[in-house]
């Protein structure tokens, strides 16, 4: 039995993710059979971390191990953070919820295209924003093909998971997707056949038109530049780990980067803001 003790920051910064991750490797290549992770001295969750920490006794399940988490009291902020997005609920399988809350993308598993549906269209009802039905239409499709990416190049035996939640202090609502499969870098070497660095296979994933996948009637390979063209226009936030790269998008700036310990499959994250001064736009071409 390992014992794991976490403290995750008021302002979820890439070490904290870094440190989630650390603990998803440690279950992985650990010997022991039962991790039990304490949330005693934790203050903070966001949807971000959730998902991530949600994963962790699905994989382990997979791998014939078992990971239990621990909180100070019933009163944890933790837990109730916990039960808010729909974590506590997936795992006591009930069949109606008691405490996911409306301003939650609950905690789940995304298993076909009805289901990415369902979860683009949770996140349009929960964005702090007022958009007409073509504004609508063309940011939902950016979200969808997010989704429908991670699906169908993840390869995951586990499968592809999401979670956010929408809070009013600061008025913005953060989501996650998380594939728990074989990570950008490996899809881009593989189909490219190139010894490309994760870095090089991130900043080729960007590029508008580009695909592993060869489906010459669907138009793939918009989702990610498209997605980062929005960002950009918007002044907004996502942030991109898979493999051993990170990369992100925070205030107009973009950071790239290697990880200190790779994470499982691609995570992304994205926040969408509102303020009295601001107004969504997207590309003129669309």
């Given amino acids: 039995m390992e014992k794991i003790k976490i403290k995750i920051s008021n302002n979820i910064t890439l070490s904290d993710i870094q440190l989630v991750i650390a603990i998803q490797n440690r279950i992985i290549t650990g010997k022991e059979e039962v991790f039990i992770i304490y949330f005693t001295d934790a203050e903070y969750l966001d949807a971000a971390v959730s998902v991530l920490i949600g994963t962790l006794p699905i994989y382990a399940s997979k791998l014939g191990k078992k990971v239990l988490f621990r909180f100070k009291d019933t009163n944890s902020p933790i837990l109730n953070f916990l039960k808010k997005v729909g974590i506590y609920e997936y795992f006591a399988n009930n069949e109606k919820s008691k405490y996911i809350t409306q301003e939650a993308i609950p905690f789940g598993k995304i298993v076909n295209e009805d289901m990415m549906e369902i979860y683009t269209d949770k996140i349009m009802k929960l964005a702090p924003i007022i958009l007409n039905d073509e504004a609508s239409g063309i940011l939902s499709s950016y979200f969808f093909e997010i989704y429908q990416n991670c699906f169908s190049h993840a390869n995951s035996d586990v499968g592809v998971f999401s979670c956010g939640y929408w809070t009013p202090k600061p008025n913005q609502l ?96 994205i926040s969408i803001k509102a303020d009295s001064n601001h107004i969504y736009i997207v590309d003129e071409e669309e």
Avoid at 177 to 192: A, E, H, K, Q, S
Avoid at 232 to 254: H, Q, R, V
Avoid at 262 to 269: A, F, V, Y
Wanted: charged share 20%; glycine share 10%.
């Fill in 174 to 269: 953060i989501f996650a997707i998380y594939d728990m499969g074989v990570g950008i870098p490996f899809n881009v070497r593989n189909y490219l056949n190139e010894d490309l660095s994760s870095i090089e296979c991130i900043e080729w994933a960007f590029k508008e038109g580009t695909t592993t996948q060869n489906e010459k009637l669907v138009k793939r390979g918009l989702g990610l530049s498209r997605l980062k063209k929005f960002i950009f226009l918007n002044d907004g936030i996502m942030s991109l780990y898979t493999n051993d790269a990170y990369y992100t998008i925070n205030n107009g700036k973009e950071d790239i980067g290697v990880l200190n310990i790779p994470i499982m499959g691609t995570l992304i994250i």
